[in-house]
């Protein structure tokens, strides 16, 4: 199984999971992928910098997985504003314009990330990492 980041021809961005790459481009073609935001069927992946090796492959060159999060995390934390578990609530009112536009980052449970994006809140999920102390 393999998860892509997908996009519409509107730019909403979600992700899927697939059996293989040529699972992903047999669904294309017979035109069956969708948005999940507006039914739009122009899906196009979203670049990926990250890979994963499989067992008994030799490890390409480039960055570790570990480092990329760890500077999009080290980002997100310069950048961003942590609302902790309000994030939905938050993300709401910048939605509505009942607050302030910012970046904001938080947590959130299922059931109010279905909300979100029934609302057409865009918002993308990053793993947590156990951090290094330097």
């Known amino acids: 199984m393999i998860a892509f980041d997908l996009f519409c021809g509107n730019g909403h961005k979600f992700e899927c999971w697939f059996k293989d790459n040529a699972s992903f481009e047999e669904q294309k073609e017979a035109g069956i992928l969708t948005c999940p935001i507006c039914d739009d069927h122009h899906i196009e992946k979203a670049f990926s910098p990250f890979g994963i090796k499989r067992r008994g492959e030799k490890a390409k060159e480039g960055m570790d997985p570990y480092q990329a999060l760890q500077l999009i995390h080290d980002y997100l934390d310069k950048h961003f504003e942590d609302v902790g578990a309000d994030f939905y609530k938050e993300a709401i009112k910048i939605h509505y314009g009942e607050a302030e536009k910012k970046n904001i980052?938080?947590?959130?449970?299922?059931?109010?990330?279905?909300?979100?994006?029934?609302?057409?809140?865009?918002?993308?999920k990053i793993p947590i990492i156990k951090r290094q102390l330097n």
């Open 105 to 124: 980052k938080g947590t959130a449970t299922t059931e109010e990330e279905i909300i979100l994006k029934e609302e057409g809140v865009q918002f993308f």
